[in-house]
């Protein structure tokens, strides 16, 4: 497609639930990044593949965040157990050099 | 610790007037800088970027300039238009990390009053 695309784009989910969260980058983008946005505040890094390597996961906030991309394209990011913390944007973006990010829509979670 | 400070919460400007958002850094192991714009219910997208061997970019209505000592950095849009009303959003990384990993500021919210 043109752009990233990230399903679903709101998510409610029970405390203590797991959920999964899906990333389509646009074709060809070998690095993609998943970063967290809390309410007022700015998106922060959690981690980043180059093709199907996770190069950096030290943004990760705890062993319940999970991402993976298998075969380089799509990725999934799963938070198990989910907390009320946890309630937030979780955007990601794709890149073809690394540089020049272009970031989906997001998708809103809220643990209720 | 806030490695990238955007203080101004909200600014209001008249339209055709300048709007000037302002960012602070404190990590000297930044070199590369970027500026994102976020619609509601939308991702950022890329507005501009300036590289650390550099003290201003231009780019139409949009400049940025780079005050490496002062460590700060700031966007002037002129003539600001109502469409430019958004979230505003700072942001950084150093080159030398390897990770491309972006470090945010927490945005400013610009209103172009028509």
């Known amino acids: 497609g043109a752009g990233v695309s990230q399903s679903p784009r709101y998510k409610v989910a029970k405390r203590g639930q797991d959920v999964a969260l899906r990333c389509d980058p646009i074709?060809?983008?070998?690095?993609l990044f998943w970063y967290q946005q809390a309410l007022g505040q700015g998106p922060e890094f959690l981690t980043y593949f180059q093709n199907e390597a996770q190069l950096d996961k030290s943004g990760l906030p705890s062993d319940r965040f999970f991402a993976e991309r298998p075969e380089g394209s799509v990725s999934t990011l799963k938070i198990q157990r989910t907390q009320q913390e946890d309630s937030a944007v979780y955007l990601c973006?794709?890149?073809?050099?690394?540089?020049?990010?272009?970031f989906g829509s997001g998708t809103r979670l809220t643990v209720v | 610790d806030q490695q990238v400070k955007q203080n101004s919460p909200s600014l209001s400007v008249q339209e055709g007037r300048i709007s000037i958002l302002n960012c602070d850094y404190t990590n000297s192991m930044f070199d590369y800088f970027l500026w994102y714009k976020k619609y509601p219910a939308e991702g950022p997208t890329f507005l501009i970027s300036?590289?650390?061997?550099?003290d201003k970019n231009e780019d139409g209505r949009f400049t940025v300039f780079l005050n490496k000592s002062a460590k700060h950095l700031s966007l002037h849009i002129v003539p600001s238009q109502p469409g430019d009303s958004a979230v505003y959003f700072c942001a950084a990384f150093s080159s030398g990390a390897g990770s491309y990993q972006l470090t945010f500021g927490k945005g400013t919210k610009l209103s172009v009053i028509p």
């Open positions: 300036i590289s650390s061997i550099k």
């Open positions: 973006a794709s890149s073809f050099d690394g540089y020049g990010y272009t």
């Open positions: 074709s060809g983008h070998v690095s």
